[in-house]
């Protein structure tokens, strides 16, 4: 096998309403190997959050950590209105094409596990085992008022240390890390913008966010609901036990319909789970390589 050193950047062509736009992946371990791990990010992340977990996994799988279009190494879209659910899973699957995975196996963290939700979900897919990271087919408004605080939001900083603390106003959600864990998380994060850093995603991806109604909101919730009921793979749901985006009620529901998940939550996290603190990585591990 590889080295678990660094992951390779790798860039695959995808199609949307304008013409083409590339879609950046950090790949780890063997290239050859065709038993691939997908591990998708959440709203305005990217693909380095994964670095600890692809790190654990690169021995007995090649990990795939992708930018979704718009953040991080990936292309901006022309169209802010493509910065959707339905882009997003058209983009895996081209990215699944290029992949040939003998076996698939996917973990998902929010818009993550929603993407990961419309794979599973497609007739003929693929993907073996799904992890779902704190999300569910309801999402709970309070959350998205939360998020639409800060999403698309003008931000600068002078320095990395500067970033980590300003991001960590709005992330403590994510449960304790030590200092140099969240130096980690952040500078993946960032992109120089003359003498500091910005954000690494674009800011129009907060255009769809913002427009999204009630009745659009009850049509997504009844869309999900009907996936999910029509999945038949293993199902591993995290959540965190303080969190506001996957209410207790949504985890219950979800482990007695559809395809009845196993339901494992996290003391002293909210939204989301960073899949770094050891606990975390052991409860994915044990899932995804179980007989």
């Not at 990010?41 to 979704?68: I, K």
């Not at 300003?166 to 890390?177: D, R």
């Not at 869309?223 to 038949?232: C, R």
């Not at 506001?244 to 949504?250: E, P």
Request: aromatic content about 8%; glycine content about 8%; proline content about 7%.
């Amino acid at each position: 096998m590889n080295s678990a050193a660094e992951p390779r950047l790798r860039h695959v062509q995808c199609f949307d309403t304008r013409g083409l736009h590339r879609m950046a992946y950090w790949e780890w371990g063997d290239a050859d190997n065709d038993r691939v791990l997908v591990c998708v990010h959440g709203l305005s992340r990217q693909g380095r959050d994964f670095d600890t977990l692809a790190a654990d996994l690169c021995a007995e799988y090649r990990v795939v950590c992708p930018d979704v279009v718009g953040r991080g190494r990936s292309d901006w879209l022309a169209d802010p209105m493509g910065y959707a659910i339905p882009t997003y899973v058209a983009d895996m699957v081209t990215l699944l094409a290029r992949l040939d995975a003998r076996e698939l196996d996917w973990v998902g963290t929010s818009m993550g596990g929603l993407i990961g939700l419309g794979v599973a979900a497609l007739s003929g897919s693929p993907l073996r085992r799904l992890v779902l990271n704190d999300v569910g087919p309801t999402i709970e408004p309070s959350s998205l008022t939360r998020i639409g605080t800060y999403l698309g939001a003008p931000m600068h900083w002078k320095t990395v240390d500067e970033a980590a603390d300003a991001l960590w106003t709005i992330s403590q959600s994510f449960g304790p890390h030590t200092r140099e864990q969240w130096l980690a998380l952040t500078r993946p994060q960032l992109v120089a913008d003359g003498e500091g850093y910005k954000p690494h995603y674009d800011p129009a991806i907060a255009v769809p966010f913002r427009a999204i109604t009630p009745e659009l909101a009850r049509a997504g919730e009844a869309a999900l609901w009907a996936a999910w009921d029509a999945l038949k793979l293993p199902v591993l749901l995290l959540r965190g036990r303080e969190s506001d985006l996957l209410s207790t009620a949504t985890a219950q529901a979800m482990t007695e319909r559809g395809p009845k998940a196993r339901l494992v939550e996290f003391d002293g996290v909210g939204h989301a789970p960073t899949l770094v603190q050891p606990e975390q990585r052991q409860v994915v591990r044990e899932f995804l390589l179980s007989p």
